[in-house]
């Protein structure tokens, strides 16, 4: 008996020490709502508008605030000033990206988007060096968008006029862009494959946003089992998946190692000299994730910007046409736009700028997680926590971007109309983990923008004054509304 008293002595000992040990550490995380068992905050957030339901609790619980989705434990960054500490002034601390259940089951934790540690180093590094230095096919990477600029603006003039979308003509050039430096080639707007292809993306952007991918990654067990949008989506990324497996197989057939015709030729070089290194990080399975990263993060976001874009111009007419006269002044109408034209165009620089600014196309980010336990503040964030740096409370915070949710390209401009820079504008994140195709999107917007406006006049299918520009969906991703417009030729 004694001894049996004496074990349950113990164990209550041990219990409490649990209990006072996991209580003592919850009190230093960052506050935030009561948890309900297995739901976690669920009830406070509103799945269609998330960011809404962050900044409520960011009124009532401060910048840094926990919350729990489901099981997972989620620490929020609200404002400039934390975001700007922890990407930044922490910049390695914050430096892993969180598990989302969905992007670990897409990508498998391989790839530049989903992978930490030294493989996320090793081919992140690869990658910025490549497209930088793109200088190894015939064509550097402005001369590429350039020529699809081109295409693009030839194919708008066989509308006749006519309103259409314009979704599909600038999700295929994007498209054709990144493909021609991930792969080497571009591909004819009516090749049924690519047209499969670009499908098959623009259908995973409406996917994503479904309230059951959304619960995917809240009840990964749960969701896997069940019907739904999720399920779709994870079959359209594995058709993707299997086209760039393909091109991979065709280019080790016919690669020649001194003269790399694409970044996939220069992974494969890159496996070639580590093949005696045992741990290398270039491997097929790396390269095939790398692969489908830049080509759909590059397919995706610059067009679905260019389509918000087109559409916020139509509403303000006098800004486009600030725009075309800044185009006739510059440029003229004999030779293409290039990147040397933005410094001597302010304006249209800044109407760029704020299209993204508005848009806010990821208000919540691509999720974080600390690499370390980390002191933040006055807290303690326990290793691998999930961090969530919320971009739309940087590009709409009202101090720096005076009435945020209306389109002004004033808010990047100087009172004598030169460019205002802001170190609010992180519309690629900031820090370690900053977008690896900035430079490209940056390219991408302004080359497309100007050569379309420098041809062409939009003419909207209804009164400016009615058109929406606000976001279909406000959550993972802000997708603008269809609508139709004509372009006429100037």
């Known amino acids: 008996m004694t001894t049996i008293l004496l074990l349950v002595c113990i164990s209550c000992l041990l219990l409490l020490f649990a209990t006072w040990r996991s209580i003592s550490e919850k009190e230093k995380l960052p506050p935030g709502p009561i948890t309900v068992p297995i739901l976690g905050n669920i009830l406070q957030l509103n799945p269609w508008k998330l960011p809404e339901s962050l900044k409520k609790l960011s009124k009532k619980y401060g910048s840094v605030f926990t919350v729990y989705v489901g099981p997972q434990k989620i620490v929020v960054l609200y404002g400039y000033d934390v975001v700007k500490e922890a990407l930044i002034d922490q910049a390695d601390d914050f430096s892993g990206r969180g598990s989302l259940p969905l992007l670990r089951k897409l990508f498998q934790g391989t790839g530049i988007l989903t992978s930490n540690g030294e493989v996320w180093k090793q081919l992140r590094r690869f990658a910025l060096t490549t497209l930088r230095d793109f200088g190894m096919g015939k064509k550097s990477i402005e001369e590429r968008i350039q020529e699809e600029a081109c295409f693009l603006v030839e194919r708008i003039k066989n509308t006749h006029e006519q309103p259409f979308n314009p979704g599909n003509f600038l999700v295929h050039a994007v498209s054709n862009v990144i493909c021609s430096v991930v792969f080497g080639v571009r591909f004819d707007y009516e090749d049924k494959k690519f047209l499969t292809l670009v499908d098959l993306i623009e259908e995973n952007t409406k996917l994503q946003n479904s309230i059951q991918t959304q619960l995917y990654n809240f009840f990964p067990n749960v969701m896997e089992y069940l019907p739904g949008p999720h399920q779709k989506l994870t ?256």
């Open 235 to 490: 079959k359209n990324i594995e058709e993707v998946d299997q086209f760039t497996s393909e091109i991979i197989a065709e280019h080790q057939e016919t690669l020649d190692p001194t003269c790399p015709r694409d970044f996939i030729d220069a992974f494969i070089n890159k496996m070639e000299q580590e093949k005696g290194n045992g741990r290398s990080e270039f491997t097929i399975e790396t390269l095939r994730r790398t692969t489908l990263d830049l080509f759909l993060a590059g397919t995706g976001t610059t067009s679905i910007t260019l389509r918000h874009g087109f559409l916020i111009l139509q509403k303000y007419p006098e800004i486009t046409e600030k725009i075309q006269k800044e185009i006739d002044s510059v440029i003229g109408q004999d030779r293409s736009p290039c990147m040397a034209d933005r410094s001597r165009m302010p304006y249209t620089d800044a109407v760029v700028r704020e299209i993204q600014r508005f848009v806010d196309l990821l208000p919540l980010n691509v999720p974080h997680a600390v690499i370390k336990d980390t002191k933040f503040r006055d807290y303690f964030i326990p290793k691998d926590t999930m961090i969530l740096p919320v971009l739309n409370s940087v590009l709409h915070d009202s101090k720096e971007f005076p009435n945020p949710e209306k389109f002004d390209p004033g808010h990047f401009l100087n009172a004598n109309g030169t460019l205002k820079k802001s170190d609010y504008f992180m519309p690629f994140s900031a820090g370690k983990r900053i977008c690896v195709g900035e430079g490209l999107a940056r390219m991408e917007l302004f080359i497309f923008l100007t050569a379309i406006l420098q041809k062409f006049t939009l003419k909207p299918v209804m009164d400016p004054k009615d058109i929406d520009i606000s976001p279909l969906t406000t959550s993972l991703a802000n997708i603008p509304r269809p609508y139709e417009v004509s372009f006429l030729p100037r």
